[in-house]
């Protein structure tokens, strides 16, 4: 039997893990990763792609009197269940942390407008200008006797910030990556 993919949103991964924690405090982060690249040799396009992941960070919060301990667990996930493991593995980690010593109060009830709004993706199409460019390139290249190399890469993460003391912030990150070498 195969597990489903997970159809939860960013935001409800957030709440979801923020419900788990036994910790006295945690903080959730959702990485919602998209990169479309190609990639060229010998004045041909080689390889192209579209690549999704999702990545989670908790980090646990445990109060002692002798301070605030805390403990952080990243991962790639793919079901709700590798969520609660992550929690769970970051609320442990918390307990047998030693106090820090710079720790500071979390942030409050402090929420981006766009909270709510879907991931932004990228896509193969964000090359449909630059891919019947790239051939006219190794067109003029190979009628002058070179060879191009190379690769575009584009990415956007939208990262999904929330707490238990109410912290609920969104980012759009998007990332663009170009290198060619001609011999």
């Not at 991964?13 to 036994?22: E, G, I, K």
């Not at 575009?152 to 990332?175: A, D, F, K, M, W």
Request: overall charge negative.
């Amino acid at each position: 039997m195969t597990t489903p993919l997970i159809t939860a949103t960013a935001q409800s991964l957030v709440d979801q893990a923020v419900a788990t924690s036994t910790a006295d405090d945690c903080i959730v982060i959702v990485r919602d990763h998209t990169s479309a690249n190609l990639r060229w040799a010998n004045n041909t396009l080689t390889t192209n792609g579209v690549m999704h992941g999702v990545s989670v960070t908790v980090v646990s919060f445990i109060r002692s009197g002798d301070g605030v301990a805390t403990g952080s667990v990243s991962g790639s996930v793919s079901t709700q269940a590798q969520v609660v493991a992550l929690v769970e593995a970051a609320d442990a980690a918390a307990r047998l942390a030693s106090p820090a010593e710079d720790a500071n109060d979390l942030v409050r009830d402090a929420a981006s407008g766009d909270w709510d709004d879907a991931p932004v993706p990228t896509d193969i199409h964000v090359f449909d200008a630059f891919a019947p460019a790239l051939g006219e390139a190794f067109g003029r290249a190979s009628g002058a006797g070179r060879v191009l190399y190379g690769f575009v890469n584009h990415e956007v993460t939208t990262t999904y910030l929330g707490s238990t003391t109410g912290l609920r912030l969104r980012h759009v990150q998007p990332t663009g990556h170009y290198a060619c070498t001609g011999k």
